[in-house]
């Protein structure tokens, strides 16, 4: 079954400076690849998404990349603030039919400092 | 509009003893899930409900762990003979479904029940 690695697992930065966080996936049937922000105590909220058939998107401060050949896909967070700082977690699925279910990375704790 | 809701927020029970987690979905959506997140760890798929096809049970822990849902509503999730080990944030996410419109996969999620088996 599909197996997501993410890295790092915490992550301190400055305000205002960039944010990388990077999973693989093991499945190349994978084609739906969502980002959650989980804030303490709260359920995991979508913050961006990409499907196989496009290599990047961007969303404001948010970008995600995708290389479907080498099976990694990756969270840039520019220009970063303290409200920023959350639990981030990839997931990879098939988006639909009987595995429409998400596998989730462990999760990266971003640390914005003021 | 109403987002995913669950109930109760926390849930404390004694070892051995059975609780019922209840999750209602977005209205009109069709899919269904229920994760666990243990914590400090990434979350866990459980069972996965598509309209009316037989649901998939495969990330289900143990023959303690049951679902239900009633057509394309509410979600009951029960754990009997509950463990220490069975401590954790049960989570619902629901999704359009099977429908081709874009987006139809993404899958939004309640706030979770935190459960505690003293």
């Known amino acids: 079954g599909e197996n997501v690695e993410q890295h790092p697992s915490t992550l301190s930065v400055q305000e205002g400076d960039s944010a990388v966080i990077k999973c693989t996936y093991s499945?190349?049937?994978?084609?739906?690849f969502p980002w959650y922000k989980q804030e303490l105590g709260k359920g995991p909220q979508l913050i961006i998404d990409?499907?196989?058939?496009?290599g990047e998107k961007k969303d404001q401060r948010i970008a995600v990349t995708l290389n479907k050949t080498a099976k990694h896909f990756s969270l840039h967070i520019t220009e970063t603030q303290p409200e920023d700082s959350a639990v981030y977690f990839c997931a990879a699925s098939m988006g639909g039919g009987s595995q429409g279910n998400l596998i989730f990375g462990k999760g990266t704790k971003l640390s914005v400092k003021p | 509009g109403a987002g995913v809701s669950q109930s109760p927020s926390n849930k404390v029970t004694e070892k051995g003893k059975d609780v019922e987690l209840r999750c209602d979905p977005i209205?009109?959506?069709?899919?269904l899930y229920w994760y666990r997140q243990r914590l400090g760890q990434g979350l866990e798929f459980l069972i996965y409900?598509?309209?009316?096809?037989?649901?998939?049970k495969s990330g289900l822990p143990s023959d303690r762990f049951s679902a239900e849902r009633t057509g394309e509503s509410v979600s009951t999730l029960t754990i009997q003979r509950t463990q220490q080990e069975d401590s954790a944030v049960y989570l619902c996410a629901s999704s359009l479904g099977w429908s081709r419109t874009p987006g139809a996969e993404t899958q939004y999620f309640g706030p979770g029940t935190r459960l505690l088996v003293l």
């Open positions: 409900f598509q309209g009316n096809s037989a649901p998939d």
């Open positions: 209205s009109g959506h069709t899919a």
């Open positions: 990409i499907r196989s058939n496009v």
């Open positions: 499945d190349s049937a994978s084609n739906y």
